[in-house]
Each structure stands twice: as structure tokens, then as C-alpha cells.
């Protein structure tokens, strides 16, 4: 019979990576009527925990994995020793005394003359004598497997097909550490042979412990079992899925944001393969659907947005009796089968519900609205409340209709762009609710007060400025390494968009953004470019002023370099030494992450959960993994300064310190980045700050959302990069500023050429209305603009202000009224940073396929013709338009065209 195992080690959190190979291996015993066992490998005594054994197994039942036969590595310790005293009678097994400062020095030896880093099994030719008196000064000797180097592996994987290693390429796996305890790699194997594990289902990182363990399978027992090993899961930030990558995609907090479990299983069986991803696939389905033949051999990455959504199609096909007791923990108030039905189709997880909840129930975040029309809002409202009756009365006395009569309802009782439809959300707020928010839209300042999500308390907060007369901004820049491609640009934007926000609502602002031009990665494409470090950072960095210019970003009060700021970093890592936060060792300077009790406050990251469970092995000059360098010793031919604590170079998180410190002082305002930057460098930059000056340097973070191409994230892999350069070459860079800012900031954002089109041809549709004033009419404060960035940087909510304007400007047949509406569109656009051309410059340069002239000459004829009541000409004339790239735009005061 198939037998397989899932063993997970206690002494950490389940993440998406382990769940996999666990699904993997339920499907696969499921498929051939096998048995799926669980193994705890606690052999870890240390490290391991009941409370992550218990998470493990609530995370198991949780996704409804179970088990045939249940084990735990603890409670095979005596059949590990028989197993190792076997090895040693038969000569298998050799102890050996060397220190880990020892192996490590072999180590470096080895990789300075090019040899391959394998024990070179010097313990061998110890004599009996040279043993014992080893011992007798207290060294205890740790084990090793002595491998047939004479012989090359081979086995046929699941997965890969045919796979052969000589075990003369690595080391003899250790079986014992000096103090007693077995090591994995041995103790799966007696584990395995004794349970009688017929197939290994497992991650791709294991393919040379494999090869060894084959080894002591056949020492053991004389055979060994079947293997597959699957490609690691990756995230979309081209990490490994690990328990060092944080708690983020971990099952429990998975769990905790009540994502759905089949939504997990789903993706995570089909990750990989060619089969589709479906929540309506039941159980059986997947089982019948798995095979490792139709896997792939490339990592997979996993997208959590995927689970998110899928999650988000099953929710909204639950019934209120299904979701009820979820909904009670969550503490909704008001909770009914109403209130689900209302809110179903727009959750992502059932705790988005609390949400909605907050929003139907509670305060929300009041954006003003056109006064005018919440007056006619409040005269047509009656007692009791009908949805229908009252848009009826409404669109009768205003004469709106569509997106123009219900957008505005929506932005008043909700505070949101989106969300629900609009009639449950009126039956559900009631008359009393409905009117007094009626009210409260009339009473509210033209402009509302700022409110910006912070990352660190994770919630949307009032801005209050530390000091109201400057307001100052950190903004993490650009590493000169390589040519800045298109997702660059997004935090480049958005927080130029906070910046002109800032600058019309206080009297002063700090902008700094720094360059970061001393980095093992700029060396490194120095060397593949045979130039100066100094020859390429000084042309990326011009490159990177030419393509802000495009984009029109403005410039920042301060662009510090790194390299003109080592003094500084210097000074702080004096500092950190003084305050106990950091050690030397080694010609290293490194922070002490355990010194810092609040470490992973910012990315809500546990140090243990960190750490846990990770085999690789710690560089030797650390006290503890999770420390990280702050200074680094330089070899020959790389950057290096003078110090303290010898020739070096600064390590990357340091440099931002410095340069926020010195130009914004102890504390400022705001940190900003994007979210790839929030663990490990803000977090670092959180604890040096803290460490060296006792305060958190920043007292609000903003992280903007990552830039997919087509869906997924950019890599050399997928071929996928696209310099932000060709871009620019391609596009105006207000096109692409505004596909930039068309979605939240917060939000993933997808770049495709659909986007790209789209915003050209919102843009084209703006500069149209501006053809019916004059280029050099004025522009004019526009509150709603400001009004809508008030509301963490709404810029979605802000797009869609001006083309209301552009509406009214098109319907418009009073000059002065439209001359007056484009002065509110061109100074709401400049604060979003778009409309700065002329009209007919912004046209000339969209390439049009015809000249102005001959299009104007075609208006006209078709004007002819339609008066004519001649309407085929006319429409053979819109499609000849059409076909040259220009669209035609019908309104009271003519047709008004525009590129594509």
C-alpha cells in the first residue's frame, strides 16, 4: 500500500509552502487509496513548541487534512540510537571534533582556491590516541555519515525524471550533534524506514539531501522510497515561501482573515500544473485531476491576491446561515440576513465585513458634495423611505440621470466610491440614517481634514503634522544599478501627488528622497559592464532625472547621495555601539535585532516565527540570524571607507538613517515606499533609529501597493521588465502618470496595454474640453480634487471628478460658464499633475494619422451632411475619422474630436 508523509517541525507557523507539499501529498495518497500520515519532527527540542505543534494541527484541521496514523519525532529517540550504534558497528559512521568556527575557516579556504565546500573528512585520520585525548578536554565529537564517494546516486524522481549526483560532491551528512540530538536528515530516514513510507512527496530544496539519504536508506534497510520533488512556491516578490519570510502568508493569519479554505486548496493543487483554477471543483475533482506529470518544472509563484479573490467568488455564493456564527465573532452589529445579502458581493473575506458594518452603522469618512444637490436630496426624501419613489422625485426636479444622479448619493451615505447596490444600502441605513448623513454633508467644511492609512497601526488616521509649519516626507529612492523600469515609477508618482497635496494645504514642506549609489549590486553591474562604479551610477542617475522630468515629478527639496553621507552613518553606528544595539565581530558591524523588544512592529512579523524552522546555516560572525549589517568589510576593488572598524563599506538600511536623520531630524512626519520595502529595510530603519536616538523615527508610514505586467510580477525570468525608459519613448509621460494614479495607491496595480490605451484616451478626452476655452485661461482651486486626495490620497474618486467636469463642460453652451469650468479642471488636474501641455501640442504629438486641417474639413462635412439628414455620409465620415485614430465627440456646442 502507498504511504505518505507530511512531517512539519514544530517550531514555527504553517505557511502556504508547507501546506502545498501537505495538500500534494493528500491528493496523491487519496488518488491511489493510500495513507497520509503526520509526523511532528520535534527532534529540535530547543526550538520546539506545544503551541506551534497545536497550531499545526488546528491549521490541519482547519483546511479538513486528516491523517491515517499520527507520530512524533520525540517519542523515537532510542530507535535513533540503535539506528546510529548500527551505523557505527558496520563503519558507516565517524565521529568528528572540529568547531563550527573551524568548519567555517575550511569553508572560506575552500571557496577562495575554487574547491567545492565538502567536509574533507580530516577527522579520519585521527589516531584512537588523538581521539580520546580530544575528548578528555571536554570537545565532544558530533557524528557523520561516511558516504560511498565511489559511487554516483540515481533515482527517477516523480517530478523530474532521472536524476544522478555523486556523492563525492558533497559532504558527509552529520547524523548527531555533540549534544546529543539526531539531526533531521537521519532521523527521517529511521523515521521513514520504520513507518514504512513508500513515497516522498517533497520541496525541490531537498534534491541533494536525497542523494545522501538514499545513501543511509540503503545502509539501513537496502532500499529506499520513491521521491518527488516539487518545484519551492514562491511569492510574487520573488522570494521563497518560508517561515522567514514573516507571518503574512501564514495559514493562521489566513485563518484569522477568514479566507476561505477551499480557496486555498484550490490554488495550491493546481499551482504548477496545467489545470485551471476553479472554487466550483469539489474535492474528488482535484484528486482525480492530480498528476506530478502535469506539473511544471518551473517554481510556481504564488499570488495571495488569487486566494483573495477566488475566497471572494465562494463568499458570495454563501447563505446567511453558512456565514452566521463567522459574522458573530466578528462582533457585527445589526447583524441580519439582509445585511449579508447587501454586502456578500463586495467582500474579499468575511472580516471585510466589520467594514461594511462601519460604514452602514457607524461614522464614515464624510467627502463633500455639491450642496446644491443635497438640498434637492433632502427635499425629496419622505418617511417611510422608498428607494424608488425617492430617485423618481430626485431625477425629476435635478435632471440627472445615471452615474451623474447616483454617484453623488453614493459618495454622501457611504463616504466610498464603491461598494454595494446602492438600493440595499439605502433599505439598510433606513430614513433616520439616510437624512441625518444628508444633513451632516451640508455642515461639513468644504475641505476635510487629511487622512492618510498608516502602516504602522495598520488604520486610517488624522494627519496631524508634528511641527504644522513644515511638514516633512522621507521617501525611499532609486538604487543606481540598472535603468528604472515602470514600476519605479508608481511611488515616484504617488508620493509626488501627496507632496503637491501637501504643499496647497501647509505652508511649508521637506520632500527628501535619496539615491542610494553605493550597493553590492551596482559593483556587481559595474564589473559585467567593464566601467567605473562612478561611470554608471552618474548615467542611471542622470537617465533617472530625464525620465522624473517626463513624468512631472517635481523637484524634491533635498536628493541626498549616499556616498556623500558616510560621516553620518558612521556617527549613528558609534551611536548603536555605545547603546548595546550593536556588536563587531569579524570586521562586521551588525545590529542586534534581540535588543530591540518591538522588532516586526512595523510588518507584524514575530522574530520567532522568523527564524523558526530555517536549515540554513547562520554566518559565523552572527550572534543570532535575524541580525543584520550595518557596516561590512570591503575586499579589493570594491568601494570601501575608512572607519573605526576597518576599510568597509555601510550596509543598505543604515544609509537611510543617515539621511533622513540629517535633513529631517530625530523624528518626521511621514516615511514613505513601497510595500516590497516595509520588511526588512523599514523595519531596520525603525530599530537603528530607535536604537541610536530612543524614538520612532517616523510618526506616519505610507507604502504604496506593487506593479504586476499582464499579472504578474516582474522578473529576468519571465522576460517580463519594462524600462521605464522605452515607456517614456512610447508614451507621453502624463499617460502614464495617469494610468499610475487610475487605481488606489494601496491597491495592486496591473499594468497592461489596455491600461495604457485607457488612460490616453482619458487624457485625450480632457485636453478635448479644454478646446473649447482658451490655452491660456487661468486655473482655478478645485476643492473636490483636494477634497477627494483629503481622503488617503483618493486619486481614483479624483479622475473621475474631472471627467465630470469635462461632462459639464461638453453640455455646456454658456462660454463663461465653460471658461469657468476649465479653470477648475486645470487646477484640479495640476494637482494631479496632468494638463500641463497645450491643446494642440498634446494632439500634435499623439501622431495622428491626419491633419488637423483635413479633420476640422471632415466635421464640417459631416455637420453638412447630418443637417442633410444625410446620416451615411455622416457615419462614414466618423469611421474614416476612426479608422485615422481620431474619435468624434458629439455635444451642444458641435463635435469636438480627440486622438486615440
Not at 501564514?250 to 483554477?277: E, K, Q
Not at 522568523?610 to 576593488?637: H, N, T
Request: charged share 25%; aromatic share 8%.
Amino acid at each position: 500500500m502507498i504511504k505518505v508523509r507530511f512531517a512539519p517541525s514544530p517550531t514555527g507557523l504553517l505557511h502556504v509552502g508547507n501546506i502545498r507539499i501537505a495538500i500534494l501529498n493528500y491528493l496523491f495518497a487519496k488518488k491511489n487509496n493510500g495513507k497520509f500520515v503526520l509526523r511532528i519532527d520535534d527532534t529540535d527540542l530547543e526550538r520546539s513548541t506545544k503551541e506551534s505543534e497545536n497550531s499545526i494541527i488546528e491549521d490541519l484541521k482547519w483546511l479538513s487534512i486528516q491523517w491515517d496514523e499520527f507520530y512524533r519525532q520525540s517519542a523515537n529517540l532510542e530507535q535513533y540510537k540503535a539506528a546510529l550504534d548500527y551505523l557505527k558497528k558496520n563503519g558507516y559512521a565517524y565521529p568528528c571534533y572540529e568547531t563550527k568556527e573551524e568548519l567555517a575557516l575550511k569553508r572560506k579556504i575552500q571557496a577562495s582556491s575554487g574547491a567545492p565546500p565538502v567536509y574533507d573528512r580530516s577527522s579520519l585520520n585521527l589516531s584512537l590516541e588523538e581521539r580520546e585525548k580530544l575528548e578528555a578536554s571536554g570537545i565532544k565529537p558530533y557524528w557523520r555519515f561516511r558516504l560511498d564517494d565511489t559511487q554516483v546516486v540515481e533515482w527517477k524522481d516523480l517530478v523530474h525524471g532521472n536524476i544522478s549526483i555523486p556523492l563525492n560532491s558533497i559532504s558527509d551528512p552529520i547524523l548527531m550533534k555533540p549534544d546529543g540530538s539526531f539531526v533531521y536528515t537521519f532521523a527521517s530516514v529511521v523515521d521513514d524506514i520504520n513507518i514504512g513510507i513508500t513515497h516522498i512527496i517533497r520541496g525541490d530544496d531537498h534534491i541533494t539531501n536525497t542523494a545522501a539519504q538514499i545513501d543511509i536508506f540503503k545502509a539501513i534497510s537496502g532500499k529506499f522510497p520513491q521521491f518527488a520533488h516539487v518545484p519551492l512556491l514562491s511569492s510574487f516578490d520573488k522570494q521563497e515561501v518560508s517561515k522567514r519570510t514573516g507571518s503574512s502568508l501564514s495559514i493562521i493569519n489566513m485563518r484569522n482573515d477568514n479566507i476561505d479554505p477551499h480557496a486555498i486548496w484550490c490554488v495550491l493543487a493546481t499551482l504548477g500544473t496545467s489545470n485551471n483554477v476553479n472554487h466550483s471543483d469539489g474535492f474528488d475533482k482535484l484528486v482525480s485531476d492530480f498528476s506530478f506529470e502535469k506539473m511544471s518544472l518551473a517554481s510556481p509563484k504564488f499570488n495571495s491576491e488569487e486566494v483573495r479573490l477566488l475566497t471572494k467568488k465562494i463568499i458570495s455564493e454563501k447563505s446567511f446561515d453558512e456565514v452566521k456564527n463567522n459574522l458573530e465573532k466578528l462582533n457585527i452589529k445589526n447583524l441580519s440576513e439582509e445585511f449579508w445579502n447587501t454586502i456578500r458581493g463586495n467582500l474579499q473575506s468575511i472580516n471585510e465585513a466589520t467594514f461594511w458594518n462601519d460604514i452602514l452603522f457607524n461614522k464614515i469618512n464624510t467627502i463633500k458634495e455639491d450642496e446644491d444637490f443635497v438640498r434637492l436630496m433632502l427635499e425629496t426624501i419622505a418617511d417611510p423611505l422608498d428607494f424608488d419613489v425617492w430617485i423618481t422625485k430626485l431625477k425629476q426636479v435635478s435632471g440627472k440621470k445615471g452615474r451623474d444622479l447616483f454617484h453623488p448619493i453614493r459618495i454622501v451615505l457611504t463616504g466610498v466610491d464603491d461598494g454595494p447596490e446602492l438600493k440595499k444600502i439605502v433599505g439598510l441605513l433606513g430614513y433616520d440614517r439616510v437624512r441625518l448623513r444628508l444633513e451632516n454633508n451640508l455642515k461639513v467644511n468644504t475641505m476635510s481634514k487629511l487622512q492618510l492609512y498608516n502602516s504602522f497601526s495598520n488604520s486610517l488616521e488624522d494627519f496631524v503634522p508634528i511641527d504644522p509649519a513644515n511638514v516633512r516626507v522621507y521617501a525611499c529612492g532609486p538604487t543606481v544599478y540598472a535603468s528604472p523600469h515602470v514600476g519605479n515609477a508608481r511611488p515616484l508618482i504617488v508620493f509626488d501627488v501627496l507632496f503637491r497635496l501637501f504643499k496647497q494645504l501647509y505652508p511649508n514642506v521637506t520632500y527628501v528622497r535619496n539615491i542610494t549609489d553605493v550597493d553590492d549590486k551596482i559593483n556587481t553591474r559595474a564589473r559585467e559592464r567593464n566601467i567605473s562604479i562612478k561611470e554608471l551610477t552618474d548615467e542611471v542617475i542622470e537617465e533617472f532625472h530625464k525620465n522624473i522630468s517626463l513624468l512631472g515629478i517635481l523637484p524634491v527639496s533635498h536628493e541626498p547621495r549616499a556616498t556623500f553621507h558616510i560621516n553620518e552613518m558612521l556617527n549613528i553606528i558609534r551611536r548603536l555601539l555605545d547603546n548595546g544595539f550593536a556588536y563587531e565581530s569579524h570586521g562586521h558591524v551588525l545590529f542586534r535585532v534581540r535588543k530591540m523588544p518591538t522588532y516586526g512592529m512595523l510588518s507584524k512579523r514575530n522574530i520567532d516565527d522568523m527564524i523558526a524552522g530555517s536549515r540554513v546555516e547562520v554566518a559565523p560572525y552572527k550572534e543570532d540570524p535575524m541580525d543584520f549589517v550595518l557596516w561590512k568589510p570591503s575586499d579589493e576593488g570594491t568601494p570601501a571607507w575608512d572607519s573605526p572598524f576597518g576599510r568597509g563599506r555601510p550596509g543598505w538600511h543604515i544609509e537611510c538613517s543617515a539621511m533622513s536623520h540629517k535633513y529631517l531630524g530625530d523624528q518626521f512626519d511621514i516615511h514613505a515606499g513601497g510595500q516590497d520595502l516595509m520588511f526588512p529595510h523599514h523595519e531596520n530603519e525603525i530599530a537603528q533609529n530607535f536604537g541610536a536616538f530612543g524614538c520612532i523615527m517616523a510618526k506616519y508610514w505610507v507604502h504604496n501597493g506593487m506593479l504586476l505586467v499582464n499579472g504578474q510580477k516582474m522578473s529576468k525570468s519571465l522576460g517580463n521588465i519594462i524600462s521605464l525608459d522605452d515607456i517614456l519613448r512610447q508614451h507621453d509621460g502624463e499617460v502614464v502618470r495617469y494610468a499610475m494614479l487610475s487605481s488606489h495607491y494601496q491597491k495592486t496595480l496591473d499594468w497592461t496595454d489596455k491600461l495604457v490605451a485607457q488612460s490616453k484616451q482619458s487624457l485625450n478626452r480632457l485636453y478635448s474640453a479644454l478646446r473649447l476655452c482658451n490655452d491660456e485661461t487661468s486655473s482655478d482651486s478645485n476643492d473636490q480634487i483636494i477634497d477627494a486626495l483629503c481622503s488617503n490620497l483618493n486619486t481614483p474618486l479624483a479622475l473621475r471628478i474631472l471627467h465630470e467636469l469635462t461632462d459639464k463642460i461638453f453640455k455646456s453652451t454658456d462660454q463663461q460658464e465653460i471658461n469657468k469650468l476649465c479653470a477648475q479642471l486645470k487646477g484640479g488636474a495640476k494637482i494631479l499633475g496632468f494638463l500641463s501641455k497645450k491643446t494642440d501640442d498634446w494632439f500634435k504629438q499623439c501622431g495622428n494619422l491626419i491633419s488637423n486641417e483635413e479633420i476640422e474639413r471632415l466635421i464640417v462635412e459631416r455637420k453638412k451632411a447630418k443637417s442633410e439628414k444625410n446620416f451615411q455620409r455622416a457615419d462614414e465620415i466618423r469611421q474614416e475619422l476612426l479608422e485615422k485614430n481620431i474619435q468624434i465627440e458629439d455635444t451642444v456646442n458641435g463635435a469636438v474630436w480627440r486622438s486615440l
